[in-house]
């Protein structure tokens, strides 16, 4: 097979600089103009029904998967529910709402649990300018990310009910609406209903943000993980955590701890325990209760032996789903733990430090640049290839709290919009170190036959995103992300993190060969 033409700017990818579905420019899902659609009910003095989200059971369950009776479900408005209706009362707080009985999405509830933390993230995703009261007119709408776009997602305010009462989400305030306008925002995104049961964190956590994104596993952490949290704390992140998964299904514990659960990260504070620091995190169950009851519990004895200042701050009696641990026994309970952000400062705590972003949309194609992982030696060196460089740090950025200079991000691109049909592909990326006398050259099938890669993603997994934070040491490197299979076609967005010092400018895309 004759080596693809080189080409700086490459016909099938190129870099995410264009202004089309922005936050300030959102793309209109499904053609759905929300302020045209609102100013025609007012015009009409009608109430918006939405036929591309109807309120049927085609919405909730279409492939009956959840086994609810679809009979008795009533849609209504909130104003048909309770006399009051608001969108917030009291402001917007993690305690609002509890999971439903009827979906398994606590995956999405425990992202939603994080972003109430971040105002300005929360406005992003759901716009200010909508009421129950002036100019109501039965539609709202609400914005996410989606594979490097922002989209604008109209709703009716029609919720499915069971004698009078939501099937899904539960408002703890009976007259707050923001829990189920936003659940119902998401599933018309997912397809229905039914397509939000069950998934990963992660996906509902860029899909607020379109920011960055590490997840890193617990077991035996590389990095000083409590202090990464701080910092992630104080830089308006999303934090979650994904509890082992169990025998049985959300069983529950002798600790407490719901097996195969999703989590929110709701803070990271150190105490003073008999003189000696003590590293807490608190972690908040989307079901709205059910608590760890080990050391630093609410009712943990070990409360007593902290200052009444501390203790003031720190501690709840409440069953509201929220408690403390040490990060001894969050590492050894929870299984991994997500962390998203607007932007990257918060992976490293010098102020000589900025890390700089550089995204790529691309795709595998049959026959052309799909080549399958390094297993596949004959067709590997056929997927794209991405050049990049590791700038030399002075001592004292490279001599920072994160050693660790680069985040790789891959995440491929679906175009169903049924989030269940989709079938992700095990997909991954491997690194290699360009050697000097090689300069636009493009890696061959015969120099990849020479060459290990210095570093790679780890274990292909047939999830919608892969990434890891790794350290590179000053030189020119090369990424290929790849599928785990040949001929696997799919579009992908890889994103680039790099460290570099404050003073410099920001770096030059990295080539690309296709």
């Keep these: 097979m004759p080596p693809p033409r080189v080409n700086k700017k490459p016909k099938n990818e190129s870099t995410t600089n264009d202004n089309t579905g922005t936050l300030d420019d959102p793309l209109t899902f499904l053609d759905q103009d929300y302020q045209e659609l609102k100013k025609s009910c007012i015009t009409n003095q009608k109430r918006f029904v939405d036929d591309k989200f109807p309120p049927d059971s085609s919405s909730i369950d279409p492939k009956n998967k959840l ?22 009362v009291q402001g917007v707080s993690r305690f609002d709402y509890s999971q439903g009985s009827y979906l398994g999405n606590c995956w999405f509830l425990a992202s939603v649990g994080a972003l109430t933390f971040q105002k300005d993230i929360m406005d ?12 109501y007119a039965g539609i709202f709408h ?10 604008d997602v109209v709703i009716d305010d029609k919720l499915p009910t069971i004698n009078g009462k939501p099937v899904f989400v539960l408002s703890k305030t009976s007259n707050e609406f923001w829990p189920a306008l936003l659940e119902k925002a998401y599933a018309k995104v997912c397809g229905s209903y039914a397509d939000m049961h069950a998934g990963r964190v992660s996906e509902a956590l860029l899909d607020f ?33 994904g509890s082992h998964q169990g025998e049985k299904s959300e069983n529950v514990l002798p600790n407490g701890i719901v097996q195969g659960h999703a989590y929110t990260v709701t803070g990271v504070f150190k105490v003073t325990c008999q003189e000696k620091p003590v ?54 309970n929870f299984e991994d733990t997500d962390i998203c952000c607007l932007r990257p400062d918060f992976l490293d705590s010098s102020s000589k430090c900025i890390w700089t972003t550089t995204c790529y949309n691309g795709i595998w194609e049959s026959g052309t640049t799909a080549g399958g992982c390094i297993n596949n030696k ?9 050049r990049m460089r590791i700038e030399e740090l002075d001592e004292e950025c490279a001599s920072g709290q994160c050693p660790e200079n680069i985040l790789v991000s891959l995440m491929q691109i679906h175009e169903n919009r049924y989030r269940s049909l989709v079938s992700n592909y095990s997909i ?24 290990h890669s210095v570093e790679d993603s780890g274990n292909f997994i047939n999830t919608r995103h892969v990434m890891k934070f790794f350290k590179l040491e000053p030189g020119e490197y090369l990424i290929v992300p790849s599928t785990f299979h040949p001929n696997e076609c799919a579009k992908f967005m890889l994103s680039i993190f790099t460290k570099t010092e404050s003073h410099r400018r920001k770096n030059k895309p990295a080539m690309t060969y296709v």
């Design 124 to 135: 992003q995703v759901m716009p200010a300018d909508q009421s129950f009261g002036k100019d």
């Design 67 to 88: 086994k609810l009776d679809l009979d008795q479900i009533e849609w209504l408005r909130p104003s048909k529910i309770v006399s009051d209706p608001q969108i917030i």
């Design 209 to 241: 943000t379109g920011g960055v994104h590490v997840c890193l596993e617990l077991e035996k952490p590389a990095i000083d993980l409590w202090n990464l949290m701080d910092r992630a704390a104080k830089t308006k992140a999303l934090m979650a955590c």
């Design 378 to 386: 004959d067709s590997f060196w056929t997927n794209p290839q991405f």
């Design 428 to 451: 991954g990326f491997n690194v290699y170190l360009i050697p000097p006398e090689m300069k636009d050259e493009r890696f061959s099938a015969k120099l990849f036959y020479r060459r």
């Design 279 to 332: 590293r807490l995190v608190r972690v908040l169950n989307p079901w709205g209760r059910g608590e760890w009851n080990g050391a630093w519990s609410d009712k943990s004895p070990l409360w007593n032996k902290v200052s009444e200042k501390e203790l003031t701050k720190c501690r709840s009696l409440a069953n509201d789903g929220e408690f403390w641990m040490s990060m001894e026994d969050f590492t050894k």
């Design 142 to 151: 609400f914005r996410f990310w989606q594979f490097g776009k922002w989209i």
